[in-house]
Structures are given as structure tokens and as C-alpha cells.
């Protein structure tokens, strides 16, 4: 199960910009991640453990995604009952309710490149 975002750029899109967007967008994952992390349904951790990051530079593409056989069903069976703070939906929450700071995140290692 994941989710994932792209930045869009124009063509042709400055090499030093590209990387920095990049560099960006991999730490922004990550930041989207940890948001995730507090709110992911937690009775041993095996599923919080499991979540990941990766950004394609090249495509200036990132996902996070968490690998475990039951990651869909506790992130999509609204009918699951979680510990307090604890939630369905984490993920997508999280990137939903983070588009600001995803923003930030990239563009502040944008303009620290130019």
C-alpha cells in the first residue's frame, strides 16, 4: 500500500534546480512519513517499521509506502477499531492535512540552491 506525489516542473528545467527539487521532495516524503507514523495503527509497531520513502529524481516522483500483508486493510477498513490517536487512513491523512509543508519543504531546498 502507498501513496505517492509529484512535483511538476517546466521543460527544460535547470540541472542544479532538479536536484535541489529532488533533495527536497525526498526530505518532504520523509516529513510526510514521520506525520504518518504518529497516527498508524500501533499493537506491536511491525507496521510502523515497516514504512519507507523513495524519490525518483528523474521523474521528481516520491512514495512512501509501508510493506506488510495487512497495511491496506488497517488503512482502509474504516470499521477497524485503533488505539487512542490512532487511525485508518493515517497515511492519506497525513499528506493530505501536510500539502503546505510538503510545499516548504521544497521549495525552501529550491531557493537554498539558487
Known amino acids: 500500500m502507498s501513496k505517492d506525489f509529484t512535483v511538476s516542473a517546466g521543460d527544460p528545467v535547470d540541472e542544479k534546480v532538479r536536484v535541489a527539487a529532488a533533495r527536497g521532495l525526498a526530505l518532504a516524503a520523509e516529513a510526510v512519513l514521520s506525520e504518518a507514523n504518529d497516527k498508524v495503527p500501533i499493537e506491536e509497531g511491525t507496521l510502523q517499521r515497516s514504512g519507507r520513502t523513495s524519490a525518483d529524481a528523474g521523474s521528481l516522483r516520491a512514495v ?43 521549495a525552501d531546498a529550491i531557493k537554498g540552491a539558487l
Open 64 to 106: 512512501i509506502s509501508y510493506d506488510t500483508p495487512y497495511a491496506v486493510r488497517q488503512h482502509e477498513d474504516m470499521t477497524l477499531h485503533h488505539d487512542g490517536g490512532r487511525s485508518a487512513k493515517w497515511l492519506e491523512h497525513a499528506l493530505a492535512s501536510n500539502q503546505e509543508m510538503v510545499r516548504r519543504i521544497i
